[in-house]
Every structure is written in structure tokens, then in C-alpha cells.
């Protein structure tokens, strides 16, 4: 069993900043990839940001320059900064993470259940 446990949401006014935080536990016995998706309301859930086990990130162009992924990989957690949040980055924040499961061995692909971020005008 893994257990991924996100935190951070709220809400904050346009312009503000958040931090998300996603930390994963439990049956692991390595880590992949790890990221934020989000989904606004009535929209299809879209990659944020992604960090690769060995550092290497990709953006969606939408938060090139305000967002910011990183890991720790002792603590299995990956941290999004959001700087200059606008109206429309407002979504419920999902934590992904890929990894290799120890028992049974498996690569498995894991979703948290989520964050809300709602940024006012």
C-alpha cells in the first residue's frame, strides 16, 4: 500500500503565492517521476510541473516562470511554488507520482486525492 498525503492548498489572493507539498509512503521502493496535475471545474486534468528522479523538470507553458517543482528524495516529497498565482490557475491540485512498488515488484502509477487552490481577483 502507498499513501500519498498533499497539503498546502487555500485560498489567496491574486498575486499571492502557495506552496503544495505531496509525500508519499508505504510500500515504495523507489520513485520515478513525481508531479502536480490539476483539473479546474468542467475542464480535463492537465500536467502542472514534473521532476525526475534525477532532477530534471518540465513546466506547462501556462506556469513557466511563476511555478516551481522540487523533491526530496530522503523525505519522497515533491514541493510546487506557486508565485504570482492569477485568477485562473484556480483548479484542485493533484500529486502523481511514479514508482517502484517493493512487494510484489511493479512500477505503479499513484494519484493524490487532491488540493483545492482558488485564487481571488
Known amino acids: 500500500q502507498v499513501q500519498l498525503v498533499e497539503s498546502g492548498g487555500g485560498l489567496v489572493q491574486a498575486g499571492g503565492s502557495l506552496r503544495l507539498s505531496c509525500a508519499a509512503s508505504?510500500?515504495?521502493?523507489?520513485?520515478?517521476?513525481m508531479g502536480w496535475y490539476r483539473q479546474a471545474p468542467g475542464q480535463q486534468r492537465e500536467l502542472v510541473a514534473r521532476?525526475?528522479?534525477?532532477?530534471?523538470?518540465n513546466y506547462a507553458d501556462f506556469v513557466k516562470g511563476r511555478f516551481t517543482i522540487s523533491r526530496d528524495n530522503a523525505k519522497n516529497t515533491v514541493y510546487l511554488q506557486m508565485n504570482t498565482l492569477k485568477p485562473e490557475d484556480t483548479a484542485v491540485y493533484y500529486c502523481?507520482?511514479?514508482?517502484?512498488?517493493?512487494?510484489?515488484?511493479?512500477?505503479?502509477?499513484?494519484w493524490g486525492k487532491g488540493t483545492l487552490v482558488t485564487v481571488a481577483s
Open positions: 502523481n507520482v511514479n514508482l517502484n512498488r517493493q512487494f510484489p515488484f511493479g512500477v505503479m502509477n499513484y
Open positions: 508505504g510500500n515504495i521502493l523507489s520513485i520515478n517521476y
Open positions: 521532476i525526475s528522479s534525477g532532477g530534471e523538470t
